[in-house]
């Protein structure tokens, strides 16, 4: 008797799912290349110009820090802001980071044009604002006020450093420690205190919207609806629900991804109908993948995680 043998549908689907995180392994060091390498098309000019101001703004505050700890009231040097942000440009895990935020950015607007779908107060937030349950309200005010702000930067191409995760945020800061070049270590100490003392994650606009998503339990399958929910809850129940890294579900939307994007929705339990209309949404020139709606949502998920789901004869 033959147990745990993946039918020829599990292998297709695992070898498409195979091609599209050899993709994602690419990205990282194919963007940093980019990002050094200013006329290049492979990624959109657009994407690119938003991953650079992030980076230089990201710069630009580090060295704003250690020159209000110098006393100094000079303007930031170009030139060191520059280098600075190219130097930030050559961390993986920062470069993955600007570029997935510049992803579901570039989509909300988009799907703000074709479908009307508000990137800040959308009828689920809406909901959720309205709620008789205090904590709820408050938290969905809260998070709306920070989705506000997200896409007021994005407009700038800014990213405050407080909205970065913990291990970015960290990551940032040694990379700027390294470039100080002859500033004293008691300076760099003075901005990195202050830079330590006024980030807290759990007030990002990310940490927000994690904390909102898990006070919804069983409701979040509510914002498994674009239209209902918004880009910036649509991505982090997906992500929540499929357990994998926010990051990753905003990826999925790139039309490269359409196998796990669609793995994804059903891993959250969307039903072949509901798959196929948030996936009109976000690629309206392309079909879903029809044999994913015919697995069950533990075998997406068993997918998802690099395993095939357990089959007993």
């Not at 510049?102 to 779908?117: D, F, K």
């Not at 929705?265 to 996936?279: N, P, T, V």
Request: with cysteine; proline share 3%; net charge negative.
């Amino acid at each position: 008797m033959d147990t745990e043998k993946p039918t020829q549908a599990d292998k297709a689907l695992r070898q498409e799912l195979a091609r599209g995180d050899l993709a994602l392994a690419g990205v990282a060091p194919v963007l940093s290349h980019l990002l050094a390498s200013p006329g290049q098309s492979l990624v959109s000019e657009d994407v690119l110009a938003r991953m650079r101001g992030m980076l230089g703004d990201i710069a630009r505050q580090l060295l704003l820090a250690e020159a209000q700890a110098g006393g100094e009231a000079r303007a930031i040097d170009p030139d060191r802001q520059g280098q600075l942000a190219s130097r930030l440009a050559t961390s993986s895990i920062l470069v993955s980071h600007v570029y997935a935020i510049a992803m579901e950015s570039q989509l909300g607007e988009t799907l703000e044009r074709s479908a009307a779908i508000d990137q800040v107060l959308t009828p689920l937030m809406q909901e959720l604002i309205a709620s008789q349950d205090e904590a709820t309200a408050e938290l969905a005010m809260v998070t709306m006020s920070a989705q506000a702000r997200f896409v007021q930067a994005q407009r700038r191409m800014d990213v405050p450093l407080g909205e970065l995760p913990a291990e970015l945020f960290l990551d940032a800061i040694s990379h700027w420690r390294a470039a100080a070049g002859k500033v004293e270590a008691e300076q760099l100490d003075r901005a990195e205190k202050a830079l330590r003392s006024s980030y807290d994650e759990s007030t990002s606009r990310l940490g927000l919207l994690t904390r909102l998503a898990g006070m919804m339990a069983g409701g979040a399958q509510a914002a498994l609806d674009l239209e209902h929910a918004g880009v910036a809850l649509f991505a982090t129940v997906l992500a929540r629900s499929s357990k994998q890294p926010r990051e990753l579900a905003i990826l999925s939307c790139h039309e490269r991804q359409t196998m796990r994007l669609a793995l994804a929705m059903r891993a959250a339990g969307l039903k072949r109908e509901q798959m196929i209309q948030q996936f009109a949404l976000i690629h309206r020139d392309l079909a879903l993948p029809g044999q994913v709606a015919e697995i069950a949502p533990d075998q997406a998920l068993a997918l998802l995680k690099g395993t095939a789901a357990e089959r007993a004869e």
